[in-house]
């Protein structure tokens, strides 16, 4: 079985920034003028939530996150609140320790992401989108576009896409993501960055002086 995104979660009653984090802010503050820290507030809040994924092995944002980062901006807590639930990337509650982003958008679709779907499912057995594996690793999200259509279907997990995917590549990544293992990101079957398949096709030689 597989266990729903928590609607009752307790929130942390503080959030103080980590050395990484205070880093992290610092170089991200110093690219803009003084007065204009509130554009820091999208790259602010990936901070808020990384750093909850090394705390707690969940990479979610909580409300004192959202008031600290708030607070260092010199903004109100509203407008945060704002930012982070209008985008998609944010999670507002605790989710799985990988967060498995689907694409479902045309060109997956055309090219396999039915299969990586069901892979998904079996694999962790999680029947709908937005729930969590009933051990904590995985929490399963349909997601729109991710931009990376040449080399179809996706599936992004965390931060890093892995590309060119089929049910028994889905299924032998999400098992090394179970045993503690990283596979490379990206193309899963060696292509070079969007390259043709089986390598390059033009400029194999040099043209004849």
């Known amino acids: 079985m597989a266990a729903a995104a ?7 009653a503080c959030f103080a920034f980590d050395a990484q984090s205070e880093a992290e802010l610092a170089m991200l503050i110093g690219r803009y003028p003084a007065g204009k820290q509130a554009s820091v507030v999208i790259p602010g809040l990936y901070v808020v939530q990384h750093q909850m994924k090394r705390q707690t092995d969940s990479a979610w944002v909580p409300v004192k996150g959202m008031d600290a980062l708030a607070e260092r901006l010199g903004m ?30 045309t060109p997956c679709w ?37 931009g990376a259509c040449v080399n179809a279907p996706i599936l992004q997990v965390d931060d890093d896409f892995y590309e060119d995917l089929n049910g ?29 398949e089986g390598g390059s096709q033009t400029l194999l030689f040099a043209p004849e002086a």
């Open 6 to 12: 928590p609607s009752n979660f307790e929130q942390p």
């Open 76 to 105: 109100a807590p509203i407008r945060v609140y704002e930012v982070a639930t209008f985008y998609y990337m944010f999670n507002m509650a605790p989710i799985g320790k990988y967060h498995l982003q689907v694409c479902t958008t």
């Open 110 to 146: 055309l090219r396999g992401s039915d299969e990586i779907v069901a892979a998904c499912r079996a694999e962790t057995g999680i029947a709908g989108w937005k729930e969590t594996s009933a051990d904590g690793m995985f929490t399963m999200t349909e997601v729109e576009c991710v």
């Open 168 to 196: 028994e590549r889905t299924t032998a990544l999400l098992a090394a993501l179970r045993r503690g293992e990283k596979p490379p990101k990206g193309s899963t079957i060696g292509r070079q960055n969007s390259a043709p």
